[in-house]
């Protein structure tokens, strides 16, 4: 169906058309220039079809003789409404012919149209060129509403960056922007590149990156992505990319690729439809002529009239059409709730997942340690103080998290490592020690064995060789977590894992307050990929996902069979190295991901069942005379018309 072909439509013509060399979707934000021409595309129609009315109303309702008995009159009428809606099928079927491909869709539609006007059966040629025609204007717009949510994405590209050269600012392009220029950018304007916030704070919209309608604050160092609307006041951003290198230009590129990589039902189709239109051609031919051997009052043009309603019927349109509009309008919908797949063929996996892997930190937990608890013998502000003039000399996140919770003006001195267990120094003259409880069985510390039990990483203190108590340290839970893992049981998941380096007492913590089936803890990336190697060794018919963080876990991501990074905007590894990108930081999408593939992939059985039945009812009842070439027209546009409708339902799905 590649009729009216512009480049928005050149991936969905290309697989109809049996031509899949090539896959482009880059200018479907850019449809303006095809405007006129689909406009002259629907006059076009609506003048053929007025003559087709015409004519028909001449022929049977008022039977005006001067129209009936006139053959170069009706030959005449009919041509100028069938040309124009013809020309293009027929140009498109000389062009397949001369690179040797005769048996396609076009070929079918000239020949069995052709034919018709040569038997003198001039309305059915006429209505079968038509309908198809119609059938290609439901079909662009069913294409254009799929590619809606991707010509988001593309659509907020910026075209102009703000930079500061010579005392100035100055208007330029993203791309002459270099590394480490201070570029500023205006209320309501997309940020043209990557970079970190100079300003304090600034508000900024991502919903067309990450599908959150919710406005997000940024403060001073922020890492801030290409195609951020600012939302606040006029703010100044530090480039660390060239705009090639943005996230956005990478999230793009791999949408613009997605198509590329097909699934197993789609693979199928196309091999199927290669095979099956040669053998409805010859099988045409056979009904036109065979009956002579067999038939005593054969009729040719009775015959030839048969093979070529077969002919209009056979033609494998609502398979070929509506199977890859099915899975891209899949990828749309997913890229509208924030999910990004990097071909349909993960799609279809992601309909049937056995096992998913998860790791822990930064997946299932927010990645940021906060304090939980403080336990002290002696006053807590002048304990808080302390530990927090030691940690200031440490860049440990634990570290991290002590002094932005506790800040102190005291000064630590003569701060050293102790390999593995903490820190010594001194505060106000006062010798302190800083660490894990390996560190006061170095130094022979008695301490409350109570604290061997916490689960939580812990840091005790040591005052003058004496401890004076604790602070507890946790990564905290996703909001969405446990109903993150309780959405993928209840969609047939066979197990959940995860999978963390963190020790393994807070692993099984975390993997019981999430009803997680099993936990493994203190693994190394390379432990990571042992237990995946021994799940696909144990269940090797088993589909098998990790979700991981797309920079850690990057050669555990490539093993399984569906690699999933979460949060993958800010990860340059992310969008390189996994199949699916969740875009924001929400477990719970992969559950959404889930239920869109799984309607993607019933979609797509429902189109390919109701094509299959119909043709093959309407086949047989043509080949025997009873389906004239009106009911074969249903059977052939009427069908692709049912299956394209059927294929962008999914763009009005509301998923978890």
Same mark, same amino acid.
């Given at each position: 169906m590649t009729q009216f072909n512009s480049s928005s439509n050149e991936e969905i013509n290309k697989t109809c058309s049996h031509n899949h060399n090539s896959n482009n979707i880059s200018d479907?934000?850019?449809n303006h220039a095809h405007s006129h021409d689909e406009m002259s595309n629907k006059y076009i129609v609506i003048a053929s079809l007025l003559l087709l009315s015409i004519g028909l109303f001449l022929t049977y309702i008022l039977k005006a003789e001067w129209f009936c008995n006139n053959k170069t009159l009706q030959i005449l009428w009919y041509a100028v409404a069938y040309i124009p809606v013809a020309f293009p099928v027929l140009k498109e079927a000389t062009k397949l012919a001369l690179k040797k491909d005769f048996f396609n869709e076009f070929s079918l539609m000239g020949i069995a149209t052709i034919g018709a006007f040569l038997i003198g059966e001039y309305p059915e040629g006429v209505a079968v060129m038509l309908f198809y025609t119609i059938g290609e204007l439901f079909q662009e717009k069913a294409v254009n509403k799929a590619k809606g949510n991707i010509k988001a994405l593309l659509d907020i590209r910026p075209n102009e960056a703000t930079v @500061?050269? &010579? &005392?100035? @600012?100055i208007a330029t392009k993203p791309e002459d922007v270099k590394i480490g220029e201070i570029i500023q950018v205006k209320v309501g304007e997309k940020i043209p590149l990557d970079g970190e916030l100079l300003t304090d704070k600034g508000s900024f919209n991502t919903s067309a990156l990450t599908g959150e309608s919710k406005p997000s604050t940024y403060k001073k160092g922020n890492t801030v992505l290409t195609g951020m609307i600012n939302l606040q006041n006029v703010v100044e951003i530090k480039t660390t990319k060239l705009y090639k290198d943005s996230s956005l230009a990478k999230i793009l590129q791999m949408v613009q690729e997605a198509s590329a990589r097909k699934a197993p039902t789609e693979l199928y189709i196309r091999k199927f439809a290669k095979v099956y239109t040669p053998i409805v051609f010859f099988l045409a031919v056979a009904v036109a002529f065979l009956p002579a *051997? #067999? =038939?005593e009052d054969y009729s040719i043009k009775d015959w030839i009239y048969r093979a070529l309603v077969f002919l209009v019927i056979s033609c494998p349109c609502a398979l070929v059409i509506s199977v890859p509009l099915g899975y891209f309008g899949g990828i749309g919908a997913a890229s509208r709730n924030g999910i990004l797949f990097k071909g349909s063929n993960y799609l279809e996996l992601m309909a049937k997942l056995d096992i998913i892997v998860m790791d822990k930190t930064g997946t299932l937990t927010e990645g940021v340690f906060k =304090?939980?608890?403080?336990e002290t013998n002696i006053d807590e502000s002048s304990f808080t103080e302390i530990v927090s003039a030691i940690e200031k000399q440490s860049t440990h996140p634990i570290a991290k998290a002590i002094v932005q919770t506790f800040p102190t003006l005291k000064i630590a001195t003569n701060v050293s490592e102790i390999s593995g267990k903490g820190l010594y120094g001194h505060v106000d003259e006062q010798k302190i020690l800083v660490g894990n409880t390996a560190l006061l069985k170095h130094y022979n510390i008695t301490y409350p064995h109570h604290i061997d039990d916490i689960v939580e990483s812990i840091v005790v203190v040591v005052l003058d060789n004496q401890y004076i108590g604790f602070i507890t340290i946790a990564d905290q839970i996703k909001t969405d977590a446990k109903k993150a893992i309780d959405l993928m049981h209840s969609a047939g998941v066979k197990q959940t894992i995860v999978l963390s380096g963190d020790k393994d007492s807070i692993t099984q913590k975390v993997a019981k307050e999430l009803n997680i089936d099993s936990a493994f803890g203190g693994l190394l990336p390379e432990g990571k990929v042992a237990q995946v190697e021994k799940l696909k060794k144990q269940h090797p018919n088993y589909a098998i996902a990790f979700v991981g963080d797309g920079i850690n %876990?990057?050669? =555990?991501? /490539?093993l399984s069979d569906v690699g999933i990074a979460m949060g993958g905007l800010g990860s340059d590894a992310a969008i390189e190295t996994a199949d699916v990108v969740i875009q924001t930081d929400q477990p719970s999408k992969i559950a959404t991901a889930m239920q869109i593939g799984r309607e993607t992939r019933k979609i797509v059985i429902q189109n390919i069942t109701l094509a299959l039945v119909v043709k093959i009812i309407v086949l047989i009842l043509g080949?025997?005379?009873v389906a004239n070439m009106w009911e /074969? =027209? #249903?059977? %052939?546009v009427g069908v692709a018309l049912l299956a394209i409708l059927n294929a *962008?339902? *999914?763009q009005r799905m509301k998923f978890v």
């Open positions: 479907c934000g850019h @500061y050269r &010579n &005392n100035q @600012y *051997i #067999f =038939v =304090v939980q608890k403080v %876990d990057a050669p =555990v991501l /490539a080949a025997g005379g /074969a =027209v #249903f059977a %052939d *962008i339902r *999914i």
